[in-house]
């Protein structure tokens, strides 16, 4: 007669990863297959290729552009009507300091002031990698290097780089912006937010997160310093930035590459809006937009609910407020992603500390909706390669990523109140194998 002998004892959680990414050996065998290439592609796309090219970016059409318009006694806002001064020029919607700020540059060669800002828009990228480490406090090597890996291969990422937008360094001010935070109220950190609200007003919800939080002397630091940028910044086209430009950008857009819920909305009412930029629009398609977005402030409040205390879940708050700050705005060029990088580390960090299987998957599949699939889909367009049902679902893969993130940070301030954080030191991709 057989005999089912009893189940042995358990001695050990089971590796949530998996016993192959429980060995250490093997997960850095892996990083070293994926970063080599990783690293050598970025060299190129992000430093040399567009280093030795000389053809248009952000930081000639938009930033130089306005700069020569400001250094010519002209008004900047005039390019947007085609009145140029013979500049080349994408259209101009960014505050009067950020041209104020590139006017010393106007006069320099153009060639000499891409590469400068070109070597910038890297520094700064490797600045905000730094800090997010600090920030989270992230010390073993593989975590930081898949951070790291994470961060230059993201499609939105590599694409400001190239641009050379300043959209990087608001991304290097908003991981200060996070240390600051994680710290409790700090000027310095309303410094920086002051600085990127200056440059661009994407990252007004950290301010609003920041009054919540009862960040006072920080809100204040931020309030002034933006005040007094853009009160010093070429204020004679202030007024007509805050009455005519930034009202026609908060209407919506009807551009193809809008990747704001505006843009998904606007497909589905008006699909011929996919294929010629300036379709489309109206009352309904920006009503419902409106409602879209208070229905994320107010979820997102709800969420939150009360400051925290804790590191960990101060980090949570401001992956809320990053994340949801690209479902609220009305237009959203794919660069502008670039931004989601925090809360996509924040949530990476915080489940691999929990074991939670389910965030880190979530981060990977807003990641991969972000970049290699709206890249991929961008081709596709130009190419004409799929069909029309297929463009216009493939078109909407960076909103959906944005709501995928949001709704994985939500859970994560969720899941904060009843799970055990690891210790620094143990913070790993995965648990030590079972004995």
């Not at 318009?69 to 009507?81: H, S, T």
Request: hydrophobic share 55%.
């Amino acid at each position: 007669m057989l005999v089912r002998s009893a189940p042995r004892a358990v001695t050990a959680e089971a590796p949530p990863w998996g016993l192959a990414l429980a060995n250490r050996r093997f997960r850095w065998l892996l990083l070293t297959i994926s970063g080599v290439p990783i690293t050598l592609s970025y060299l190129w796309f992000g430093v040399l290729k567009p280093l030795l090219s000389s053809g248009p970016s952000d930081f000639v059409y938009v930033y130089l552009a306005g700069a020569k318009m400001l250094a010519a006694g002209a008004d900047p806002y005039l390019c947007n009507l085609g009145q140029c001064g013979g500049h080349p020029h994408y259209r101009l919607f960014y505050p009067p300091f950020a041209f104020w700020l590139m006017q010393p540059l106007a006069g320099l060669d153009q060639s000499l002031t891409s590469g400068i800002a070109l070597i910038a828009a890297n520094l700064f990228l490797v600045a905000f990698i730094w800090l997010m480490l600090r920030a989270l406090r992230i010390t073993d090597r593989q975590v930081a290097v898949t951070v790291a890996l994470g961060t230059i291969s993201f499609a939105p990422a590599l694409t400001e780089i190239q641009n050379r937008n300043l959209q990087s360094a608001v991304l290097m001010v908003s991981a200060l912006v996070l240390l600051a935070y994680l710290q409790g109220d700090r000027w310095w950190g309303g410094v920086g937010l002051g600085i990127a609200l200056a440059i661009k007003l994407i990252q007004a919800p950290l301010l609003l997160l920041a009054a919540w939080g009862r960040r006072f002397r920080f809100v204040a630091a931020a309030v002034v310093v933006w005040t007094v940028l853009w009160l010093i910044g070429a204020p004679q086209y202030l007024v007509e930035y805050l009455l005519r430009v930034a009202p026609s950008e908060a209407r919506g857009d009807s551009e193809v590459i809008n990747g704001a819920p505006f843009g998904t909305i606007n497909r589905i009412f008006h699909p011929e809006s996919l294929y010629d930029s300036g379709l489309g629009g109206g009352p309904v398609v920006l009503g419902l937009a409106v409602l879209f977005a208070i229905a994320v402030l107010a979820w997102s409040w709800w969420a939150l609910r009360s400051p925290r205390t804790d590191r960990s879940g101060r980090g949570l708050e401001v992956a809320v407020a990053v994340a949801a700050s690209s479902l609220v705005v009305p237009l959203i060029y794919a660069g502008q992603f670039m931004l989601l990088l925090l809360p996509m580390i924040v949530l990476f960090d915080f489940g691999l500390r929990t074991r939670s299987r389910s965030l880190v998957i979530a981060v990977i599949a807003s990641w991969l909706l972000l970049g290699p699939s709206y890249l991929a889909f961008t081709n596709a367009l130009a190419a004409g390669f799929g069909t029309q049902l297929m463009f216009q679902l493939w078109a909407n893969s960076p909103l959906a990523g944005v709501i995928v993130l949001w709704l994985a940070s939500v859970h994560a301030v969720k899941l904060h109140g009843n799970q055990t954080v690891t210790a620094p030191e143990q913070r790993s991709i995965a648990v030590p194998p079972r004995p």
